[in-house]
């Protein structure tokens, strides 16, 4: 009694835990449906729910069935064995009947088979429902037009199909053998307890037939991956490139047919043997296969390779590295790529910076990393406000093109002080963000700071971008759920001694509704307060999933993702843009990028409202046929791209991550003759600069400017390259974003013959120029740390200009000022406290058309008054008196320069 009276409460413990845990399970299934209804993608929430209960229905059911079938086959002589026999001992006989013998009764016996069956139906139906977008794809599969050289079948067949007939292969395979080890083990458990032992198993006919069947379904299945084996041969990674090399094609190949025709052998004699009764016949089919893979799966074609390869390796390859070449371009796009001319090494004159004055004065002088503590430093404002990333953007203000810094102000609600963490703060009142703050590329006020754009709370501009909607309740730190619409009203921003307080205008929240809805948003948040709260009402919104890295993936969970999102002012509101990928590890003779995927297209835009959380896709490349698939399983999801609103669509631009792994591979597979490819003589290699005080390799990055060719400056995406082991500079590759030149790539190649300075060359050249390398010492002799930023190359008409900005950070304060800017060209290297005054060193000293105007950033002084002006030369004369006071000679005449041009810009002021 005490035992049984132990298990029913085991029982009952376990029961309960299973309802909890389904009532957990019911409620956060709920909320989510609720939330993907709320944005108008519930089609997307049935369509995935559906697939996945689908396939997991299908596999379940398909290995219950067979399991169950074939464990009703045993019933017979389980029944039979479980029978009372006599067993004699010499004179002695005694009645034998075995200890399971109880179970096995007609009706248990069926339940007990169909529990069994059931176990690993359950598991297997867990485990496959992440399939559901292979069977998907598989249904709805697009042509790519395109067929491999070995099989000559469409590139779909693999990108699409051959993961299905995988899919559907291993499971069988998992059936089949998962069946054959219980069906043998139920018929060595009969054969036991038989008076001779394990061999009286074969007084069963059925055993026999059963087991047979079962070992040749086996046998069919293997000759099946087998026949797919040889298609997986174009992922192979063991040649001199990636896909099938002579051998793979003269070995392997041969091989996978020799066995799948061996396999189906051993299936025949395994059938025909039922009749026949010579099981040595079989032993030695199924030896005679494991000695073939053997011998032709490893000895045979490491025997090919040492022998008939290695001696002739180039010409045995030929043909392979030709189409690892092409189909590695095709799935990265780089046969694309238009290859240009770059006739380095010619000096410009002033006149050539006139005509060329959109690109110089967009020269970035500010580097995110140290403007990051700059803009925490002075725009910020209050503890619990964030400025995470730092973005590289271009607008046209006030009629001009130009290109900005930008970070988006979020709140961060662990930063709020610990006694104002309550329940209704970090729930009810501290629910978003304000605003942005913008600056450009390459202005600087006299403090060596940036000169804003957009700045403070509320945003103020002095420029005619506008700014209505500046609440920021989505982003990339918005990571706990808020409730909107409550009695009490939300923090909108400080307003000096006050705060200034706000209402949620937005309707894609989720409405808290119902008592019943409100008790299923605190079992799945596992918050009881949702229920106890006085100030949420029935009309109150949830806002759940706000971090756009968590949100955007919930929704389309099948795309790739770029690492950087970005914030967009568009028409008065604040938007995220983000750039996403259709990707697959399946397309032929292509190597992968970081050892996985091997095929990339930046098909779709995704654009979030940062006020009110709606997300929208856009399909950016309408002719990839892997995001025609999507379209077909998601009608109505992706929308084209000209319904972009037009404000948005100028802000759309070459991404970041597709970018540097097509400069990877183009480092490489630019090389398009299979002999020098083969020696890789010319392969590139990304160069390396000086950053703050270290070398790493260099970014890509964003600058405004115009071609070669072209009559317009435009926004693009820079990366140079250097040849493998040396440090010049051979080309640079060019990616576009704006209008119709959007998404194409072009690549600018140096002249061989001539010498073309590349990045750690021109770090090494400011650091031999004395007059630089003293400066610098100086600097950190006294208290400060100087901050290399990023070297830029910038094209110019035929030649090229190096600019690579200076800062300086003291010891005691965390803000980095802009105080130098060194630029290089041809034999010059200059440093000077302004890119303007730095270019006229270069440009107006006999080599121009001296006392020409040379453009370039210039100090802000424009908005300032003359009484702010007097102040800020005699803050500037006690500046240059103390740092003479200490010995900074070089201190000093910085500030005498600058105190220069205040008392010219006061004298300019006064005569007005």
């Not at 491999?148 to 899919?167: A, M, S, T």
């Not at 032992?197 to 037939?209: C, D, L, P």
């Not at 964030?386 to 046209?396: P, V």
């Not at 307080?501 to 509704?513: A, E, H, P, R």
């Amino acid at each position: 009694m005490g035992i049984a009276l132990r298990f029913s409460k085991t029982l009952l413990i376990l029961g309960l835990l299973i309802i909890l845990a389904l009532i957990y399970w019911g409620a956060g299934f709920y909320t989510d449906w609720l939330w993907f209804k709320s944005l108008n993608f519930e089609k997307v929430f049935l369509t995935i729910l559906l697939s996945q209960w689908a396939v997991g229905l299908v596999a379940g059911l398909t290995v219950f069935l067979v399991f169950f079938i074939n464990l009703l086959f045993t019933r017979g002589p389980l029944s039979k064995a479980a029978e009372t026999r006599p067993i004699s001992d010499g004179d002695i006989v005694t009645l034998y009947q075995p200890p399971w013998s109880r179970y096995v009764q007609s009706k248990k016996l069926t339940a007990i088979m169909a529990i069994l069956s059931f176990i690993p139906a359950f598991l297997t139906a867990l485990a496959v429902t992440d399939n559901w977008m292979i069977v998907q794809q598989f249904l709805h599969s697009t042509p790519f037009n395109l067929k491999d050289p070995i099989f000559h079948r469409d590139v779909g067949f693999y990108v699409f199909q051959l993961p299905f007939y995988h899919f559907i292969y291993r499971l069988l395979l998992w059936i089949s053998v998962l069946s054959l080890l219980a069906v043998s083990g139920i018929y060595a458990l009969i054969g036991g307890t038989g008076q001779n032992g394990w061999k009286s198993i074969f007084r069963f006919e059925q055993a026999k037939y059963h087991l047979s069947c079962l070992a040749a379904a086996f046998f069919l299945l293997r000759a099946w991956g087998y026949r797919l084996d040889q298609y997986m041969l174009l992922y192979s990674e063991r040649g001199v490139v990636y896909g099938p090399g002579y051998t793979d094609i003269h070995a392997n190949l041969p091989a996978y047919k020799v066995l799948f025709v061996l396999a189906l052998a051993c299936t025949g004699i395994i059938l025909v043997n039922i009749f026949l009764s010579r099981f040595r016949l079989v032993l030695y089919t199924i030896g005679f296969l494991v000695v073939g893979s053997i011998v032709l799966g490893s000895i045979y074609p490491a025997a090919v390779q040492k022998f008939i390869v290695v001696p002739n390796e180039m010409n045995r390859e030929k043909p392979y590295i030709e189409n690892a070449i092409k189909f590695t371009r095709l799935a990265y796009k780089l046969d694309s790529i238009e290859r240009k001319s770059f006739p380095a090494g010619r000096e410009l004159t002033a006149q050539d910076l006139k005509n060329n004055q959109d690109t110089i004065n967009n020269i970035r002088l500010w580097d995110y990393r140290p403007l990051q503590q700059t803009y925490s430093q002075l725009q910020e404002m209050r503890l619990y406000y964030q400025l995470k990333n730092i973005d590289i953007d271009r607008y046209i203000i006030d009629g001009r093109y130009r290109q900005v810094m930008v970070a988006a102000r979020e709140l961060n609600q662990s930063q709020l002080p610990p006694q104002a963490q309550t329940w209704v703060n970090l729930h009810l009142k501290y629910t978003h963000g304000y605003g942005i703050v913008m600056s450009p590329v390459n202005e600087v006020t006299r403090e060596g700071l940036p000169r804003f754009l957009i700045k403070d709370i509320p945003p103020t501009t002095h420029t005619d971008l506008k700014i209505e909607r500046p609440e920021i309740y989505f982003g990339e730190v918005t990571d706990n759920y808020v409730i909107v619409n409550t009695k009490s009203p939300e923090f909108d921003y400080p307003k000096g001694d006050e705060n200034a307080w706000s209402t949620y205008q937005g309707n894609k929240g989720v409405k808290v509704g119902s008592l019943v809805r409100r008790l299923l948003f605190a079992i799945s948040f596992g918050d009881y307060r949702l229920l106890l709260s006085g100030d949420i009402t029935n009309e109150s919104q949830m806002l759940y999933y706000r971090n756009i890295y968590e949100r955007v993936p919930k929704l389309v969970p099948f795309l790739t993702y770029d690492r950087d999102p970005y914030i967009v002012l568009a028409n008065g509101k604040l938007y995220w843009m983000w750039d996403a990928y259709t990707t697959t590890n399946m397309f032929p003779y292509a190597e992968p990028y970081n050892h996985r995927l091997n095929y990339i297209r930046n098909a779709v835009k995704v654009v979030v409202d940062a006020y009110d959380g709606s997300v929208d896709f856009y399909i950016a490349d309408k002719d990839d046929p892997i995001i025609q698939t999507y379209s077909k399983i998601f009608p109505g999801v992706f929308r084209p791209l000209a319904e972009m609103p037009e404000a948005l669509r100028a802000h759309i631009r070459y991404p970041e991550d597709l970018f540097m792994n097509q400069a990877q591979k183009y480092a490489i597979y630019h090389m398009e003759d299979y002999r020098i490819f083969y020696n890789k003589e010319d392969k590139w290699d990304r160069p390396t600069e000086i950053v703050e005080d270290k070398e790493e390799l260099m970014e890509a990055y964003y600058i405004i400017t115009r071609l070669p060719g072209e009559k317009e400056p435009e926004y693009i995406q820079i990366l140079p390259f250097i040849p493998q082991n040396k440090k010049n500079m051979v080309a640079w590759l060019a990616g576009r974003s704006d209008g119709p030149n959007y998404g194409r790539l072009l690549v600018y190649e140096f002249p061989k013959q001539e010498l073309v300075y590349g990045p750690m060359q021109i770090e090494a050249r400011i650091n031999q120029d004395t007059t630089i390398s003293q400066q610098l010492s100086l600097w950190d002799q006294r208290g400060s740390r100087v901050f290399r930023g990023n070297l830029l190359v910038i094209p110019v008409k035929d030649s090229l200009l190096y600019v690579e900005p200076l800062y300086l950070q003291a010891e005691q304060s965390k803000m980095p000022e802009l105080r130098r800017v060194i630029v290089v060209h041809g034999d010059q290297v200059v440093m000077e406290p302004t890119l303007e005054e730095a270019l006229k060193r270069i440009f107006s000293d006999g080599k121009g058309e001296t006392g020409q105007a040379i453009p370039g950033a210039q100090p802000a002084t424009g908005d300032q008054s003359v009484a702010e002006l007097a102040r800020e030369a005699s803050r500037l004369y006690d500046q240059a008196m103390e740092r003479l006071r200490g010995g900074d000679w070089a201190g000093y005449g910085e500030s005498l320069q600058q105190l220069k041009r205040v008392l010219n810009e006061l004298t300019a002021r006064t005569k007005e």
